[in-house]
């Protein structure tokens, strides 16, 4: 099992670069830290776009 963490500071500035990276990289568990988002503006479309969930 690969697990991944990423201090993003900022989730949504990150978005593509976050997202690029997890294509690149295939981690089976992502962890975020310092998305400096509210949950409901989370991108949560873009990951589960992307098939993560």
């Known amino acids: 099992m690969r697990i991944a963490t990423w201090n993003v500071n ?8 976050v997202l690029a990276w997890l294509e690149q ?14 949950d409901p503006l989370f991108p949560t479309q873009a990951f589960e776009a992307a098939g993560w969930r």
């Open 25 to 38: 990289n295939q981690p089976d568990l992502l962890c975020l830290q310092e998305t400096k988002v509210d």
């Open 10 to 17: 900022s989730v949504r500035t990150r978005l593509d670069q």
